[in-house]
């Protein structure tokens, strides 16, 4: 079964650090875009992140660009997101999303989500 | 930044058509993708690129984008299509969703 499986959330004061975790199954990660998008409960998705296959290119949403970065262990089927300088607006459920291969684009694979919560 | 317009809300009646619009500039020149969100699940991909359906979306979702809007139609709605829907598409590198429509049906 294709699965991913996310990491790492909890609660955090402003100005911490933090690193999400997501776990891909039953399928080659080495062979995908990945993506992260947030939501905070209840309002829209977010685009956060995304980095290509072999993690050579990544890239950013305005709203944390300079503070999260995206990395993979294609070897451990591993994506992460590296968050620092948390600010209470990064509040949201985090998921961790597979690109459809060529697709241009497509989210063809979401994982549950960890949520995140920043609070003084 | 580039910003796709969703309405906030819809309603429909069973076995009746929804329309969703989803309007940003030029959207025309660009892939449109859609999700569908039901409440406490993850969203899930139903259109890609415009058009196409994943395998086990049914025929009844269908899309299409021209000009600044692209449009997702939903025909003999029914119930378990109650949901928040979303358009999603890139611009300068960089994922774009709409602002979420959420469809009644009653």
């Known amino acids: 079964e294709v699965q991913l499986v996310e990491s790492g959330g909890g609660f955090f004061q402003p100005g911490e650090s933090l690193r999400l975790s997501c776990a891909a199954s039953?399928?080659?990660?080495?062979?995908?875009?990945m993506h992260w998008v947030r939501q905070v409960p209840g309002k829209g998705l977010m685009w956060v992140s995304r980095i290509k296959e072999d993690g050579s290119y990544t890239s950013y949403a305005d709203a944390v660009e300079g503070r999260f970065t995206i990395s993979r262990d294609n070897a451990k089927n591993t994506l992460h997101l590296q968050m620092n300088s948390l600010r209470v607006d990064d509040t949201a459920v985090y998921y961790c999303?597979?690109?459809?291969?060529?697709?241009?684009?497509?989210?063809?694979?979401w994982g549950q989500g960890t949520m995140v919560t920043v609070s003084p | 930044s580039y910003e796709l317009t969703q309405p906030p809300s819809l309603s429909v009646s069973p076995g009746q058509t929804a329309s969703i619009p989803c309007s940003g500039d030029e959207l025309g020149t660009k892939f449109v993708y859609w999700y569908q969100q039901r409440p406490g699940q993850s969203p899930l991909l139903i259109i890609l690129q415009n058009t196409e359906r994943p395998s086990g979306i049914p025929e009844r979702f269908s899309g299409s984008n021209s000009g600044n809007t692209a449009t997702l139609t939903i025909s003999g709605t029914q119930a378990m299509d109650e949901a928040d829907y979303y358009c999603q598409a890139w611009d300068t590198s960089r994922g774009v969703f709409g602002t979420g429509t959420k469809v009644t049906v009653l």
């Open positions: 039953g399928f080659i990660l080495s062979n995908h875009w």
């Open positions: 999303v597979r690109e459809r291969k060529g697709s241009y684009g497509a989210f063809d694979i």
